[in-house]
């Protein structure tokens, strides 16, 4: 096993703590933050936990041209024996480097990346809130850092861990939200960056968040960007369907993100002996079992969205009304046996928690 030393520096101004039982998504931030830097020739070096500060880029730093970034999101939870867990840790380190692998950014340590997070957390136990719905996210990034304006990979990086004390991503928290069917922009495309959590995907979806918004819709839904035909994802989630008892969800073809909350809820579906298929769903075949009554239940999953009902989706001029517009009896099972066993108030029976 490597060993990497961790410096710690403590803050000498801890913040005013906010209020944990009205908490926004992504708005305020701990006390410290985890740094690691990467050199050309010399890897990744110098991990340090440091006082949460802004930092200093040079204005050519490469990740402000081009956009060679990635991130991850995952979330720690206090249980009621006072402990912390993270959900799944190991997924996100591999993901990460899944990305990393498409962004031409050097791989970094699964083990330094999670070491660092959890000595980051341990450090900010106390900004890990308890109120129902509420987790500390956790952000780990990676930004290009070396002075340079041609288009090429950085021989410089630095990985930084944020934490940030979150309750619902959505205003509607648990309860359904509306979505637009997106039709003029595309996502992502096979062979593009769709698969990879990187900066870009989500900049070149506000046009279409921005436009569905105004029309009082949370997010939109992303069709192919070949055929614009076979539904992927929502912004922030991966999306399932319950038709005529059978759970459809898009199949992973390289454009759609691998959601760590989608595996563990196909996981969770096939431990139920639920029927489910990971297949192509294009929105005609969607249509027409909705129009026939078949579609029973729908609801997007993410780490930020947890699982997120959707009562209706806006389809060619048409507001498809799904389960009347209320969470369904699968979704809301799902939530309570999800967030059961990130809080430790569940069994575990895949082992998916690890303690801080
Ligand atoms: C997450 O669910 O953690 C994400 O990264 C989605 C983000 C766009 C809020």
Wanted: overall charge negative; proline content about 5%.
């Amino acid at each position: 096993m490597t060993e990497f030393k961790i410096d710690i520096t403590l803050t000498e101004n801890p913040k005013q703590k906010p209020d944990f039982a009205h908490l926004d998504f992504g708005k305020n931030f701990t006390d410290h933050m985890f740094i690691v830097d990467y050199t050309k020739g010399k890897g990744w070096h110098d991990a340090r936990i440091v006082p949460y500060q802004p930092i200093t880029l040079d204005p050519a730093a490469m990740v402000f041209h081009y956009g060679q970034t990635v991130f991850e999101g995952l979330k720690a939870y206090h249980t009621s024996e006072e402990e912390v867990l993270l959900f799944r840790p190991d997924m996100n380190m591999k993901r990460l480097n899944r990305s990393n692998d498409r962004l031409c950014i050097p791989h970094i340590d699964e083990e330094l990346a999670l070491n660092g997070i959890k000595k980051l957390i341990d450090l900010e136990r106390e900004w890990v809130p308890t109120a129902e719905g509420t987790s500390l996210y956790v952000r780990p990034f990676i930004i290009a850092t070396e002075p340079y304006l041609g288009v090429a990979p950085s021989k410089r990086y630095q990985f930084i861990v944020i934490l940030s004390p979150v309750g619902a991503y959505y205003k509607e928290g648990i309860n359904p939200v509306k979505i637009a069917v997106e039709r003029q922009f595309v996502r992502a495309t096979i062979g593009g960056t769709g698969n990879a959590k990187t900066a870009g995907n989500y900049a070149g979806s506000l046009k279409a968040q921005e436009v569905a918004e105004a029309d009082g819709y949370s997010q939109v839904l992303w069709l192919d960007g070949r055929e614009n035909k076979y539904i992927e994802e929502v912004g922030s989630m991966n999306i399932f369907f319950k038709i005529n008892g059978e759970v459809v969800t898009p199949m992973l073809n390289g454009s759609i993100l691998e959601g760590v909350t989608r595996d563990s809820i196909l996981k969770l579906l096939a431990h139920w002996n639920i029927p489910v298929s990971e297949r192509k769903l294009s929105m005609e075949e969607l249509y027409e079992a909705y129009q026939q009554g078949l579609v029973e239940e729908a609801f997007g999953t993410g780490t930020a969205a947890v699982i997120s009902p959707v009562g209706e989706l806006f389809w060619e001029n048409e507001k498809l009304v799904i389960n009347g517009g209320k969470t369904g009896e699968l979704s809301k099972k799902l939530y309570d046996t999800l967030t059961g066993i990130q809080l430790g108030t569940e069994s575990d029976p895949f082992g998916w928690t690890v303690k801080v």
